[in-house]
């Protein structure tokens, strides 16, 4: 059974960076793919960004492309999630993902274990 936390979270000002972590145990991490969501308060849970097994494919969203990169460290077992040019509208609780099939993909229904999530607040 895989276990993911994340961490990094924190409040920051607009325009500023954080860098998320997210480290998997219990199984093995770096043969599968990895995906970042946020769900703001009264909000469903939307895609970030994905990352396959060997970092060949990445996947963003619209609303943070350019701004966001995801990356992973499978020696460390970790997917990482630098945020840059952050806005008040990044605010959310932001959660890793693993998908035993290695796809890429935006869809929540598509991973299998999730984290409990780590508070990204970003003030005006």
């Known amino acids: 059974q895989v276990h993911l936390v994340e961490s990094g979270g924190g409040l920051v000002q607009a325009g500023g960076s954080l860098r998320l972590s997210c480290a998997a145990s219990?199984?093995?991490?770096?043969?599968?793919?990895m995906g970042w969501f946020r769900q703001a308060p009264g909000k469903e849970r939307e895609f970030v960004a994905a990352?396959?097994?060997?970092?060949?494919?990445?996947y963003y969203a619209d609303s943070v492309k350019g701004r966001f990169t995801i990356s992973r460290g499978n020696a460390k077992n970790t997917v990482y999630l630098q945020m840059n040019s952050l806005k008040p509208e990044d605010t959310a609780v932001y959660f890793c993902?693993?998908?035993?099939?290695?796809?890429?993909?935006?869809?929540?229904?598509?991973?299998?274990?999730w984290g409990q999530g780590t508070q990204v607040t970003v003030s005006t």
């Open positions: 219990g199984r093995t991490f770096s043969s599968y793919s």
């Open positions: 993902a693993v998908d035993w099939a290695n796809r890429v993909v935006d869809d929540t229904r598509q991973y299998h274990v």
């Open positions: 990352i396959s097994w060997d970092a060949s494919n990445i």
